[in-house]
């Protein structure tokens, strides 16, 4: 494993999720972004990624995190 590559982390993040264990799905999403650097194509999927995660664990307030950064994207 290449501890630094985000791609894995976010592939990690998407296997999570499909396992519905939202709140790794969420964590590995963020780690995903933390080594994403300006590749703003995956830090859109990861954003994504976590709202849907935040969505189905019914956190309102970390679903609008999200909703503010995705925003402040566009």
Request: aromatic letters at 6%; hydrophobic letters at 40%.
């Amino acid at each position: 494993i290449e501890p630094s590559n985000p791609e894995i982390w976010h592939r990690m993040a998407q296997i999570k999720f499909m396992q519905a264990d939202y709140s790794q799905a969420v964590v590995t999403a963020s780690r995903s972004n933390t080594f994403a650097g300006r590749n703003e194509s995956l830090r859109q999927s990861n954003l994504a990624l976590m709202l849907q995660s935040y969505v189905a664990l019914g956190d309102n307030s970390g679903a609008e995190r999200i909703r503010a950064q995705i925003g402040s994207m566009q």
